[in-house]
């Protein structure tokens, strides 16, 4: 079993529209998460990092539930640059990365 | 530019040649990693540094992959005997502290023929 899990998607939206998808994390130990966002044929670049009482950037909302081993991304009026591959991480001194969920936002 | 760097930014090579990367690290983080990805799958832990010294190694890194950090700076990783199979993007990554965000490299891309 990986130590995180994401729906792959893809998610294709209108611009403007809101998309929501989240992960699963397998170690109770670990310590922080975050979001990375990559684009095609380039690094992970972080999108923000994830805390336990729910934390906004902008247009992006982070939520994480400990007890339920969840965490959840939300993107409001999406723009067509936030077409992107989304990866999940759980960091317990090494980042676990999931698979990624890519989100194409269509005009 | 004061983030990750990595060198060369493209490899190709013939199967059973030595191939050796390098990462310089953003200068205040004491912490480096490296990690490989491959087409479809997020970047997969293979080992990671604090200073100096290697603090762990992931079972994906056969006896034909070596790492150093020697002076607690920039990093090699060298690859031995090199496999089609080791063809994949090779990822640096470093932060300030072991919960940091870990800010990543844009990568190696190795081939392997």
């Known amino acids: 079993r990986k130590e995180v899990e994401q729906d792959p998607g893809p998610f294709n939206v209108p611009e403007g529209a809101t998309v929501a998808f989240n992960c699963t994390y397998s170690n109770s130990a670990s310590q922080s998460f975050f979001w990375y966002r ?70 | 530019d004061t983030g990750v760097s990595q060198n060369p930014r493209h490899k190709i090579t013939k199967r059973g040649q030595n191939v050796t990367f390098r990462c310089d690290p953003i200068s205040e983080h004491n912490r480096l ?28 890194l056969s006896d034909r992959f070596s790492a150093e950090r020697p002076k607690g700076s920039f990093s090699t990783l060298e690859i031995q005997r090199t496999e089609q199979g080791d063809s994949a993007m090779y990822l640096c990554a470093s932060s300030l502290g072991p919960e940091g965000a870990q800010y990543f490299g844009p990568g190696t891309r190795l081939l392997v023929l």
């Open chain 1, 38 to 107: 990559q684009d095609c044929r380039k690094e992970p670049k972080l999108l923000m990092s994830v805390y336990s009482s729910g934390n906004e950037d902008g247009r992006f909302t982070a939520q994480l539930n400990r007890a339920s081993q969840y965490i959840s991304l939300l993107i409001r009026d999406s723009k067509l640059s936030d077409s992107a591959t989304y990866l999940c991480v759980a960091n317990d001194y090494k980042l676990s990365f999931g698979a990624g969920t890519t989100v194409t936002v269509r005009a």
């Open chain 2, 33 to 60: 990693y490296w990690y490989r990805q491959t087409l479809g799958q997020g970047p997969e832990f293979l080992t990671y540094f604090q200073n100096e010294a290697q603090l762990e190694k992931s079972r994906l």
